[in-house]
């Protein structure tokens, strides 16, 4: 197959290609949930949807602050011992986006309103949403108005909005109503087409809270100034949110107030004169606490406004820039010559760090703070999607989420006795620290969540050489986990004289969702035993290097010297499923007796298939919903040669539907690597595009983190072909073939390092840091890049495979009739034709 | 191992011996939830809990019509495609038992009463609960007071009780308040212990209803009589109840009667004097319809009522009687020379007669009319273990609980395409047809229901020749069922060289709850085998036996010739497991692989396994909650040497826990065949004991009805050795040492044989019924009884094993260090010496 033009999915008479920002020029009111998300501003801790500063024409209003939740009761229809217990939503914050206008007493409502002109634009330098417009009013007169709005970075509880209104033609009154509105969550509903549970259902979406979730603790108003705040009803959690308000002006004007439970108000009342320009300015602060009363939190709100007032509105943007100049410093990645790609990556890479910036003591959940999809919870995605761009990029905050791993190590032990196992299980899903996950197979099941946190966290404290958090800290996340592993499996003698001694690990869902609850799951076992290993290495290490810490670990994790040997007995004793006669890695001990699904005779309106089969029914075929052997072959790439990955990758990829957007990011690094170039580019594309072109029809839920920390990877990683084996960083580009270079810093160490590829080099250039040489892998060959100049690498042609896997007799499945199941499957779409269309 | 006298696990000086009555001589609160079982009163249709008259005292009011439940809509904490949506629970029904009574206006309550003398007797020959005491009241009177209670096996909608007071020694006030009392089934809670869901829990307990649950429709009162007419709030089903009362005594008295919404109250006031005998009746009918309005059940229960004034309650108890005389003729099984045993069967039998009689257009729920257990669903238990006791003793009730399925034939084809298949699939738990199996893994899962069903109705149809029901509507149950295990399944080739063509099922659960989703379940495999050869050889007989149904049947079901040759293939073609390295027969296709389970040190209060480990901490060992090879080897008995089952036993019976008491009959039944005489004499007694001593702690939520009936097949399937396989009955004794006889009739054909079973020989008697002669075989030679006389067959000794199976070396499971874990591993001791340890 050769490489055909892919078609880019966006409508640029809407959205134009401006490689530094989103922008929107006409208003569409059809896809409200979808921009909303797109446009939302968040800093990892606070977050507001793109929702229009007028409070109304919304699909999902959202406030959210990041681990502000409530709790509930799971009510299992039918119970069992150690089914999780308390379930955990996100809250809808008090909403203190509000900023009504009324011109002549006639409201501004977008989607009834005359607009003469329309935009909108996310730059992701300025970090700023500006919303500009011409409204002729019901009454024939024009206005110009101009919005921003923003979530500091620098400053994690501060948010600032303003708002100028100029008349062209006529005076009039003009009313700005600046509102901080408390909707209830409970009666802050989606749209009825996803809320309606009586004809459809969504497990993706979040749970409905019922009742009165915030309960008014506090409230006052002065100086311009209101305050609001609020206790969780069962959590007891607390929020305190504040708002000052100024305006710029030369018009009379006058402001009225009111502050009640729900809602603070602060209306100006303009006497507005042709050609004036007036401006309003809302500084809003947010601080939540477990603990912390409210009246405690109130005074927090005051500090971080008294502070902000200091240099006003002006100083908070230019720190924006600042910050966000800083970040693009050591994040960009350059796609030369491809605006579109560019603007999309850009795109992908801000709203990654808007939901992992700032989350400090709290995990980063799977839609940031732009949705409160999964409920605001915490997966594996932050260590096995996100950590790696953040750990390459910004390690202070790689290190802050894996401290939030380490400060829930203990209510994770209290899981591991739940589930009748030592040593520490981290909950599948979580905010505040207990399992919330409330069906097993697809949650607690995948105990694979240990082994990707120290996956993650081995990998940071390679790259960071971040010693001390590993003494610290760390390593009771490593042993704890090993642990869980050498218990949860069991020695087994394989069959047949003289045979090995494994361990297995039985009982456990992988990373594919659309098989559950299976014996020795590649994945799993893999990763475990990478898990047991850097346990053992570090403890090694710190035992040759730092005997006191050493000596400590021993005695804080009751510790001894037999248990670290049982680590690594566990370890090399690993069951690793292959099979010989397909040559290939099972998914799992059974995988390969089961059933093949059909997929070239699956409607696409069956798509996906979690929404139209019952699990019984998905769970005995031979159909993934995202990568499984196939990440582990990218996680653990040097357990594996060149040409198994191939043969996996040949086997697994007709197989994987991608119907969840965790898979296709991982299957364009594995395609690129083992040489089907075409297909890494069109996997590539399916993930950049998730959201900007809501390809899964859900971002109205939220962006999907993971998919966006993915992206990173398959750049740096697929195209950019870097690998980080216990801090040997290699790199194997496979650069796709219309695309002039890709360029990108990396964090190794404190050092800044910038690649660029090209089609037949490499440049590093270490462009910051301590370091006067960083050594590096090119190819197989080792080389050493050097603070004197920039280093080219020549490059060997990358392997180039033609075509696409597909279906095969691999399994000897047969029709009753005798027939090769094979005979009737051609070469099938996955999932990736199914988007691409979408695409097109 | 010698045998050992296996202890009576009753309190005799409270529970004296009598074989044909369950007496209690000595009032004792401190087990109400228990008695209140025990001593229930039901015919199938009605049930009443035992709970004392004054309606005070009691651990869990309960009035149970069967098939009367309340609906509501599962919320699942993860929902996915295909989960059940509709929750059934069966309502308390408002309770007509109560005749409080009060003397100088002293209420008797028992626990606090001075009972000079007290007995409570349930008779099994009349049907009628007893209950006989003495009361020295609080002013020093003596009162002699007998109370009977009594639900109609002739009479489907009828109860009677009455209540006689003789003042002893002095006249007194005497007052008797008769009462309808509706608690509303939302307020009727469990007795703390168990209702306390926030520390603990127990699947096996039926859901809790909030709310009004009974909306009052209808209220009248006149002439005696006192009538209520309700609506169940969400499933609109109706229910009328209606009372009559008279009194005879010579003593002056007056009648103040109240009917509410909740309550009607016939209060009789007497002048009592010294050494009348008053005696007070009430006639009670409930009527219930899922769509017939109140007012006509109302109607109904007039008619009832009426009809049971013109012989009044004497001809009422009378009648009872000769039903029970009749169903004794038909159903006694005696035990010659073991008294306590006797009554314990006896006892076992009448609870069971008690649970199906009048189980008409309904199935037979897990815990008959006597609790709220397991929410009033009817599950498998009714096919598999209740059946066989009703079709060859009671063939017509056989009929009626499997055109109970005919019935929900079409439910069960809607069930089938909500998870993704053709045919009909059985729910796993159900009243009204829908499944109401909130989890899966044990219940939907369990795929096995439909062949179970097909077993019992084919069973059924060769037992009673009873054509014409197969031929209208049995035919459709064999094929819509057989259909699904043709689509469930897949064919595969097996590796190597002209390897056979194999159908597999792959991700069911068999009977066995600690084993779920698993592929080739043996048993499943094994039934649906059976269930597909049933339907092809009812049609082949229909095709040459009555053409005109069998292309009606064609027709019916859109069936051709090529889908029942289909269903040969595919039988034929059923993958039946088997290990030739152990010569067992696996569990399923990977149950050998896993872990053992270390049953013998699972520390006491860690059973059963279910309340404390989590499911898949159960689940990836070998272990095993109830028989399930076993069962297989029993049901499908001819297709299986002695030596396999001997084997298969051997292996599976240590690592069976017994936690279901759906295991220790089949566990019997099969140890007996195989030799172990001592174990399976073991096994009867923990089935016989499981609720008359409350050996799973749970007999206050019901009686286990399908115990029960296991226990008859333990009788006559295990030790009297008899098995039906398509129609030709064997005999091949196992009786125990100690007995001297074992008695039992069966129906065959509509013919009455008795079967007299001895150490020496055997006795067929042919006693009714319109064959001159019969066929039988004993142990393997065929024989004929005929109506002349008497046929007595001569026996050979069985087989005898000595002791018992224990773990041996048979997974080559070791342990880490090398060791094999058999090495620690004694001869442990089951669930079933728990359970002795409770009877000693």
Known sequence: MTSEVISDPIDRTRFPIDPWALREIRYDPSDLGLTETLFSVANGYLGLRGNVEEGRDSYAHGTFINGFHEIWRIHHAEDAYGFAKIGQTIVNAPDAKIMRLYIDDEPLLLSVADLQRYERTLSFRDGVLVRELVWRTPSGKHVQLRSRRMVSMPERHLAVMDYEITLLDANAPVVVSCEILNRQDGQDEFHEESAAMGTGFDPRRAAQLAGRVLEPVSKWEGDGRSVLGYRVAASRMTLAVAADHSIQTTDEYEVRTQVEDDVAKHVFRIQGTMGTTTRITKVVSYHTSRVVPPLELVDRCRRTLDRAKEGGAPAIFAAQRAWLDDFWERSDVVI??????????????????????RAEGTGIPAKGMTGSGYDGHYFWDTETYVLPFLTYTSPSFARNALRFRYTMLEAARQRAREVNQRGALYPWRTINGEEASAYYAAGTAQYHIDADISHALSQYVAASEDRDFLAREGIDVLVETARLWADLGFWRKTDGEGSANLFHIHGVTGPDEYTAVVNDNLFTNVMARANLRAAVRSLRWLADHDADSYARVLTRLSLTEEEIEEFSRVAEALHVPYDEGLGIHPQDADFLSK?????????????????????????????????????????????????????DFDYYDPLTTGDSTLSAVVQSIIAAEVGYADLAERYFHTALWVDLADLHHNTDAGVHVASLGGLWQALVAGFGGMRDYL??????????????????????????????????????????????????????????????????????????????????????????????????????????????????
């Open 336 to 357: 030369e010559g491809q605006p579109a790609l560019q603007q999309a990556v850009r795109w992908n890479l801000f709203q990654l760090i808007q939901a992992a910036a």
């Open 595 to 647: 059933e093949l699904w059909d997929l070239p005779n699956t409607p696409p309106d069956k798509r996906p298939l979690l929404l139209h089969y019952h699990p019984l029914v998905i769970y005995r075929h031979q159909v993934l919903k995202q990568a499984d052997v196939v990440l582990a072959l990218y996680l653990q790439g040097d357990e594996f040669s060149l040409d198994q990955k191939r043969a």
């Open 727 to 840: 801090g040997v960083w290699s790199f194997d580009p496979r650069l796709p073939a219309d695309w002039t270079s890709l360029t990108f810093p990396l964090t190794l160490r404190g050092n800044r390092l910038r690649v660029k590829v090209e089609h037949e080099q490499i440049t590093f250039t270490l462009e910051t840091g301590t370091a006067t040489s960083l050594p590096l892998v090119v190819q197989g060959r080792t080389v050493e890049v050097t603070q004197l100049c920039p280093l080219v690498v020549p490059l060997a042609p990358p392997p180039l495979l033609q075509g696409r896997p597909s279906v095969r007799d691999i399994v000897g499945a047969v029709r009753e009739d005798g027939s090769v199941m094979q005979a009737t499957v051609p070469a099938h779409p996955t999932t990736l034709e199914a988007e691409e269309s979408l695409l097109s």
